[in-house]
């Protein structure tokens, strides 16, 4: 079992950045792959980005690449989502997610985090 809590979000101008953690519960935390996903109000789910166990390879949506970085911290049980040139488009609530196998931009992880709300105004 991993729990996962996401921290960081907040209220941020457009253009504005923020960085995103998410703290993982397990020791071998090292051993999983890792996904962001976000929700806007009246829409699904959507992949934001990944990365690997093994060799930290990154994924990312078209409508993040260039702007959001994803990095992991395996001594810290950490991963991290650094958002810069925030739009208002981005606003939703961030989940991070773990699982065994690497899943690139499909969401069938094994564990969620409850969340964090990011917003941006214009």
């Known amino acids: 079992q991993v729990t996962l809590v996401e921290s960081g979000g907040g209220l941020v101008q457009a253009g504005g950045s923020l960085r995103l953690s998410c703290a993982a519960s397990?020791?071998?935390?090292?051993?999983?792959?890792t996904g962001w996903f976000r929700q806007a109000p009246g829409k699904e789910r959507e992949f934001v980005s990944a990365?690997?166990?093994?060799?930290?390879?990154?994924y990312y949506a078209d409508s993040v690449k260039g702007r959001f970085t994803t990095s992991r911290d395996n001594a810290k049980n950490t991963v991290y989502l650094q958002m810069n040139s925030l739009k208002p488009e981005d606003t939703a609530v961030y989940y991070c997610a773990a699982g065994r196998n690497e899943l690139g931009s499909r969401s069938d992880y094994d564990y969620w985090g409850q969340g964090t709300q990011v917003t941006v105004s214009s």
């Open positions: 397990r020791r071998s935390f090292s051993t999983y792959n």
């Open positions: 990365i690997s166990s093994i060799g930290g390879r990154t």
